[in-house]
């Protein structure tokens, strides 16, 4: 169990739908990561949040839409959707401070199956 | 961006030691490189993180050299339950930090 929790598990949902991911980083963790990973294939960076700021973009459509609260938990917005954006989303944390450039160690939520019909 | 390159996957046998060589350009020169292991519907688990030369933990050994234009992780003594996937993650150079996720390796480990 690496602390951080997502929910929910499984969402299943139309095409046209929004739905709404959570995560609860890590007590302490102030990063919080979002990726999407579609079947069988590998990690796709959506986003990262530090104590509450965006700090880095990777590749996230602009349906999907993402922030982190005071009390450190994310949300990832996911509107408009596509029969393609079916996958795993995982959300990951890491503890602070912010180190600039330097990777910290990321712990990873169990993820939430998105099913889109 | 930078660009990784892993094999996409490999076979070997219980008792083997295994090398996975992840290849990375433009790369940022003063970040970590890091693996990470991965079981199906799972998230992804930290195994091993360096920034040049060799490293060590309990779980695995991380060869990294001068020019930083890859890395190799060496799993000692693999078991059955070492069959998962495995990534390597860099940073980009470029002036937007981004992390830059290997495809990833599947490893299947046989009896």
């Known amino acids: 169990d690496s602390g951080v929790t997502q929910t929910p598990k499984h969402l299943i949902t139309a095409t046209g739908q929004r739905v709404t991911l959570r995560c609860s980083p890590r007590s302490g963790d102030l990063s919080v990561y979002w990726y999407q990973q579609s079947l069988d294939q590998g990690l796709q960076f959506l986003i990262q949040y530090y104590n509450g700021e965006e700090r880095a973009k990777g590749n996230i459509l602009e349906r999907f839409s993402a922030q982190q609260f005071p009390d450190l938990h994310s949300e990832l917005n996911l509107s408009s959707l596509e029969l393609g954006d079916s996958a795993l989303y995982f959300c990951a944390s890491s503890p602070s401070p912010d180190l600039g450039r330097l990777q910290e160690t990321q712990y990873f939520g169990p993820g939430t199956r998105l099913l889109v019909l | 961006l930078a660009k990784t390159t892993q094999p996409i996957s490999m076979d070997s046998y219980e008792g083997q030691e295994v090398n996975i060589t992840c290849s990375h350009n433009?790369?940022?020169?003063?970040?970590?490189i890091t693996w990470y292991q991965q079981f199906p519907s799972q998230g992804p688990r930290f195994i091993i993180q360096?920034?040049?030369?060799?490293v060590t933990n309990e779980v695995a050994s991380l060869f990294i050299p001068a020019d930083r234009k890859s890395s190799t992780l060496s799993l000692p003594r693999v078991s059955l339950s070492d069959t998962a996937v495995y990534y390597c993650l860099v940073g980009d150079v470029g002036s937007n930090y981004q992390l830059i996720w290997g495809a990833g390796t599947k490893l299947i480990i046989k009896p």
């Open positions: 433009n790369i940022a020169t003063n970040d970590y």
């Open positions: 360096g920034y040049k030369t060799k």
